[in-house]
């Protein structure tokens, strides 16, 4: 009898479901991060906050953390991917908008007039995402999408804007998953345009993915079946003040753990560093123009400023990206 | 060395996290649930769904499944328990608000004036919803909502109001996490009035809560530490046309199970079942006077008429309180 239970027990353990898999440490944790202050303090803070009896030993159910998506997770030049996504789907789009070819600001876009799409401002890229992001059901919009990430290509590394994603990054996701951490986005982007491929990209279904959002109203055909369809209206933006707001809004508490790249991820910041018990808060420090991008303080994407001071101040961790990465891409490894 | 790794391996056994135990199926479900056709279609749906090689098959991430809360989950009779929340706050809080003793809607509240308090109609439900819903921080308002939840006591029953909770429907609950479902709450209620019990009463945590909310303002005090501050301005109301709206804002995917109510739900209702594949439809029809409440289409709270007609229509799972549960709360057990 007794074999038959140590077989049964065995076997059993074999067939342990993948979240219970996930539990198991790896040996070696953030392998592309060199071993320095910031891989150090991540691992340090990952160590007390999941060991039971440290005295700053988190729930699970507590350990949430968030992760801001341009220039934390992916790349964002030259321009926000967001946008090179819109500017796409307007080419894809003007055959069917024939009036686009002698209107601004499309005629200068379509004719690839970077300096008169410029001169068109802030009020021609509302028209762009208007015309790109709007009086489209949230399905169809969600086929685009994905239809976009596999064919467009950033123009400097001529590969898939989803592979533009940060290989250390990716890892840490995974270590604080592996060690009960509940992981979600946080980003300023459009929550229709990341949600498509951030599960199968950063293994974060869409319910864990915060972001602006258009108003989006439903509607029932004739046959009482509904479907949503996308307005041309603001509704949330998740950035700056509106990132504490977002969480509170959608998370419903506060991240113990959260990293950002820009001063737009300050107050999220701020707010995770806020709460009691040990925390963390992270930047990621764009300082490798040869693999990736060099900019902080005077950069139009991305700005680095007040939150570099703040971290400097309050000695959170800046991450070094040409010194503290090994490898940038995943293709790299 | 095989003994030791016996002896290993159940001792890891013993060990198996909560989640993967919770996904043992009982042997038999819903016991609460007189055997009929509701109990009969939830299990044959579930049974469909999860059976790999089944025509029905749903991968684990698509199981999703949205709840009304109030008539659904718990009762919602005389009136929807957040307004009872915002009656007795206004008692508390009127030791700090003397002039509320010759101020409508305050004074008729007060005075237990039901008669006086009708006459102010929705300014004053308005008047009294901000006076109690804002002007605290989002921590603030948790603790008050935690402290009524435990000194608060329904009129009728003399018992907390999270105990006023359906035990069949916990089972439902419990029932589909256990197949690898994910519950979510999306109600019309207010979202900072659900979360702060919903994980220990229903097992669903705040970030699988959707519901109403209002403005929430970020503002960081002198030591540049952020709170967050509720603002008496209505942000989205989740609820009728809503629902589907907030679904696709918070889960960002199309539920394939929903249950609710009333003409509330019927938008949820019927963006659920307007998807590709197998799919589930309930409504809890209260039929019980005798041990809960017998109303539908001419109720002022939890009106149930066209969505009623629908179900009827479209063979949707209507439960008849009375007739399919064998207890309604769970001190019945």
Do not use: C
């Not at 970077?114 to 009086?135: N, Y």
């Not at 994905?146 to 123009?155: C, I, K, Q």
């Not at 009960?180 to 993915?209: A, C, D, H, L, N």
């Not at 991240?255 to 930047?283: C, E, K």
């Amino acid at each position: 009898m007794l074999n038959r239970r140590v077989i049964l027990a065995l076997a059993l353990l074999a067939a342990l479901p993948g979240t219970a898999v996930a539990q198991a440490r790896p040996a070696n944790p953030l392998p592309s991060w060199n071993d320095g202050p910031a891989r150090h303090t991540i691992i340090d803070f990952v160590t007390r906050v999941t060991a039971e009896g440290s005295p700053d030993f988190v729930a699970p159910a507590e350990r949430i953390a968030a992760f801001d998506n341009d220039g934390t997770l992916w790349t964002e030049q030259p321009i926000y991917f967001q946008l090179a996504f819109a500017f796409d789907r307007i080419k894809t789009l003007a055959r069917q908008h024939p009036e686009w070819r002698t209107k601004q600001p499309f005629k200068a876009l379509l004719a690839r007039d970077m300096q008169g799409l410029s001169v068109t401002g802030e009020k021609g890229v509302l028209e762009i995402m208007a015309a790109t992001h709007a009086g489209v059901t949230t399905e169809d919009f969600r086929k685009a999408v994905l239809d976009w990430t596999l064919n467009a290509r950033h123009p400097r590394f001529n590969r898939p804007y989803t592979e533009l994603v940060f290989q250390p990054m990716l890892e840490l996701l995974d270590y604080l998953r592996a060690n009960g951490f509940k992981t979600f986005v946080v980003s300023g982007g459009g929550v229709e345009f990341m949600r498509p491929w951030m599960e199968k990209v950063y293994g974060i279904p869409p319910e864990q993915v915060v972001g602006s959002s258009g108003v989006v109203k439903f509607q029932t055909n004739g046959d009482e079946k509904g479907e949503l369809v996308k307005l041309a209206k603001i509704e949330f933006i998740d950035d700056g003040p509106g990132k504490p707001v977002g969480i509170n809004r959608f998370i419903g508490r506060r991240p113990i753990f959260a990293f950002g790249n820009s001063d737009g991820d300050l107050q999220m910041l701020q707010w995770t560093m806020a709460g009691p018990g040990a925390r963390f808060a992270g930047l990621v420090h764009h300082t490798d123009a040869e693999r990736e991008y060099a900019y902080d303080r005077n950069s139009k994407v991305g700005k680095l400023d007040k939150a570099l001071d703040e971290a400097t101040a309050r000695r959170w961790t800046v991450v070094d990206m040409k010194h503290d990465w090994k490898v940038i891409f995943p293709s790299e490894k």
